[in-house]
Antibody, heavy 125, light 111 residues
Framework: EVQLVESGGGLVQPGGSLRLSCAAS????????MNWVRQAPGKGLEWVSY????????YYADSVKGRFTISRDNAKNSLYLQMNSLRAEDTAVYYC??????????????????WGKGTTVTVSS | QSVLTQPPSASGTPGQRVTISCSGS????????VNWYQQLPGTAPKLLIY???QRPSGVPDRFSGSKSGTSASLAISGLQSEDEADYYC????????????FGGGTKLTVL
């Protein structure tokens, strides 16, 4: 069964750090790009970061650039999100999501097809 | 404020057909495909439609998607009570070195 399981969430004070993990199983993790997406309480989905299968390409949302670092260990089938200088507005459920590629040369399309259940991060004093 | 614009709410009675719109710009919907996600209360998002109008295996054909220019829409026919959920559109945005952008979400109520 294809599965993503996040962990590492918790309560942290403003300015603190946290490292989220996402364990993948049931598919060839090293073949897929991955994303982190978050959802603040009662709010919509917000994309956080993207990493390609080989870690050669990385993108961040402006709201986390310079504070968060995405990484992966293909040997361990794991995705990570190092979060530093945390703020109250980072409080959210954090989901990891697999990105799938379809289509053909010069006409590719992409979508997040598998999502984990999420891990909750609360930034509060 | 979300990059993609969706109505905050929609509603319908069982058996009805409802549509949810998603408006973007040339850098996202205008140049990339649109995906739709369904989020049932207290659960993770689930892929509903990809590449504008493709349904993943297991998604009923009551759900359909379309795209025209810089707008997209999700249609749900034969509305059922279990369709009550939040729906999000998403697209890759080519501006600012690339990023995924989502709509603000539409809360669908089955009356």
């Amino acid at each position: 069964e294809v599965q993503l399981v996040e962990s590492g969430g918790g309560l942290v004070q403003p300015g603190g750090s946290l490292r989220l993990s996402c364990a993948a199983s049931g598919f060839t993790f090293s073949s897929y790009s991955m994303n982190w997406v978050r959802q603040a309480p009662g709010k919509g989905l917000e994309w956080v970061s993207y990493i390609s299968s080989s870690s050669s390409t990385i993108y961040y949302a402006d709201s986390v650039k310079g504070r968060f670092t995405i990484s992966r260990d293909n040997a361990k089938n794991s995705l990570y999100l190092q979060m530093n200088s945390l703020r109250a507005e980072d409080t959210a459920v954090y989901y990891c999501a697999r990105e799938k590629k379809g289509g053909s040369w010069n006409d590719y399309y992409y979508y997040m097809d598998v999502w984990g259940k999420g891990t909750t991060v609360t930034v509060s004093s | 404020q979300s990059v993609l614009t969706q109505p905050p709410s929609a509603s319908g009675t069982p058996g009805q057909r409802v549509t949810i719109s998603c408006s973007g710009s040339s850098s996202n919907i205008g140049s990339n495909t649109v995906n739709w996600y369904q989020q049932l209360p207290g659960t993770a998002p689930k892929l509903l439609i990809y590449s504008n109008n493709q349904r993943p295996s297991g998604v009923p054909d009551r759900f359909s998607g379309s795209k025209s220019g810089t707008s997209a829409s999700l249609a749900i026919s034969g509305l059922q009570s279990e369709d009550e959920a939040d729906y999000y559109c998403a697209a890759w945005d080519d501006s600012l070195n690339g990023r995924w952008v989502f709509g603000g979400g539409t809360k669908l109520t089955v009356l």
